[in-house]
């Protein structure tokens, strides 16, 4: 079947605007993460869904990063006024349930900040 | 804190070769801990999952062993092939949201 997806697969924008990211994932997957993987920091979790609820956001680096979903299947992943340490590649992921279970990742989205 | 550590960060062997890469884990108190591989420019690909009670998992030429009292765990790539030059990435779960915290990878180059 088909695997999450992820699109724009590349993103260049100017520092300031606004970008949103969006995330498909397995149909029928609860669970969804975002993940961001830079050259200093490696890659670091951002935010967790399970269905429509984010009850883990501990990962969101500062109040310009929010993210939604909507139907319990798409995620939408918006940064606020853009930096240039924003840059970096954005991965999804999605599991049957959270918790323990299997996470298959997207292609991600590499987004640089001019 | 959960960090994860893996060692090497790089390593480069002949073809045919058999290898163990490293991933140490500070806190055992772990749900999973998963292996990955990512080609440049993508993203990752599951490799094995290792659920808390087990030891190991095998798949094809690659084995995963897990030692939660000693925080360790080591992938073992039978046979090499250049196939299997990628960067390898172990995460571990111990929250119960499931967020994985990755090591920084190890980058394997096999030579033909």
Request: aromatic share 0%; charged share 25%; no cysteine.
């Given at each position: 079947g088909a695997g999450v997806s992820q699109s724009p697969s590349n993103k260049v924008t100017e520092k300031g605007k606004d970008v949103e990211l969006r995330c498909d994932p397995i149909s029928g997957h609860t669970a969804l993460y975002w993940y961001r993987q830079s050259l200093g920091q490696g890659l670091e979790f951002l935010i967790y869904f399970q269905g429509n609820s984010a009850p883990d956001k501990s990962g969101l680096p500062s109040d310009r990063f929010s993210a939604e979903r909507t139907g319990g299947s798409v995620s939408t992943l918006t940064i606020q006024?853009?930096?240039?340490?924003?840059?970096a590649v954005y991965l999804c992921a999605s599991s049957t349930q959270g918790g323990v279970y299997e996470q298959y990742f997207g292609p991600g989205t590499r987004l640089t900040v001019t | 804190k959960q960090e994860v550590t893996q060692i090497p960060a790089a390593l480069s062997v002949p073809e045919g070769e058999n290898l163990v890469l490293n991933c140490s884990f500070t806190d055992s108190a772990i749900y999973n801990l998963q292996w990955f591989r990512q080609d440049p420019g993508k993203g990752l690909t599951s490799l094995l999952l290792i659920q808390s009670s087990q030891r190991e998992q095998t798949s094809g030429r690659l084995n995963a062993s897990l030692d939660k009292s000693s925080g360790r765990s080591t992938l073992y790539i039978a046979a090499s092939q250049p196939g299997d030059s990628a960067t390898y990435l172990c995460a571990v779960i111990s929250?119960?949201?499931?967020k994985l915290i990755f090591g920084q990878g190890t980058t394997l180059q096999v030579k033909p």
């Open positions: 006024r853009t930096q240039q340490e924003d840059s | 929250g119960n949201t499931g």
